[in-house]
T-cell receptor, first 113, second 114 residues
Framework: NAGVTQTPKFQVLKTGQSMTLQCAQD?????MSWYRQDPGMGLRLIHY???????DQGEVPNGYNVSRSTTEDFPLRLLSAAPSQTSVYFC????????????FGSGTQLSVL | GENVGLHLPTLSVQEGDNSIINCAYS??????FIWYKQESGKGPQFIID?????DKRQGQRVTVLLNKTVKHLSLQIAATQPGDSAVYFC?????????????FGGGTRVLVKP
């Protein structure tokens, strides 16, 4: 199993550009989520999904869209990138349940100029 | 991620000594707690978890202690090794939270001195 795979690892955007961060998992996990990590602020939840066709907002959803057409994939789209979206982005997945540990990808470091 | 580590509290520990990393939480409804380890350039990796009906849980070289009275969680690492150098995050979840959404603390950097 590859686990949770994120691409790209690094990306530089100009303000106003759009892009999609890819996330795929091969563990047949129902639950998938996106976090952003900023210095001194831990990880903050952007969006999450409890299964194919179902998505919901997390703590900091503005400026991001997600979709879940398959169990395996959960892409994160930046519609119009802003410098405030410079961050490290992590995708995570787990078995669906009340208390299940999350498995994280290795992250995408995004810089918006 | 490479920008993890700025403004983080840091714990320096001698190799072979025990490490204690502390975490405070504020939500009295939290009923599930988890510790993650994050090495430079990598995603967080699960270490150990504990439910609110317990006050102690042990793993391999790690122990988590939960004090619900003062809303405090700690991670103890026995015989700290150079490979333990990383940023450690606590996370919690409330029984009132739908799905599997975890709320993370700001992290503590552990530096192991040889």
């Amino acid at each position: 199993n590859a686990g949770v795979t994120q691409t790209p690892k690094f990306q530089v955007l100009k303000t106003g550009q759009s892009m999609t961060l890819q996330c795929a998992q091969d563990m047949n996990h129902e639950y998938m989520s996106w976090y952003r990590q900023d210095p001194g602020m831990g990880l903050r939840l952007i969006h999450y999904s409890v299964g194919a066709g179902i998505t919901d907002q997390g703590e900091v959803p503005n400026g991001y869209n997600v979709s879940r057409s398959t169990t395996e994939d959960f892409p994160l789209r930046l519609l119009s990138a802003a410098p405030s979206q410079t961050s490290v982005y992590f995708c995570a997945s787990s078995i669906q349940g009340a208390n299940e540990k999350l498995f994280f990808g290795s992250g995408t470091q995004l810089s918006v100029l | 991620g490479e920008n993890v580590g700025l403004h983080l509290p840091t714990l320096s520990v001698q190799e072979g000594d025990n490490s204690i990393i502390n975490c405070a939480y504020s939500n009295s409804a939290s009923d599930y707690f988890i510790w993650y380890k994050q090495e430079s350039g990598k995603g967080p990796q699960f270490i150990i978890d504990i439910r609110s009906n317990m006050d102690k849980r042990q793993g391999q070289r790690v122990t988590v202690l939960l004090n619900k009275t003062v809303k405090h969680l700690s991670l103890q690492i026995a015989a700290t090794q150079p490979g333990d150098s990383a940023v450690y995050f606590c996370a919690e979840k409330s029984r009132r939270t739908a799905g599997n959404k975890l709320t993370f603390g700001g992290g503590t950097r552990v530096l192991v001195k040889p």
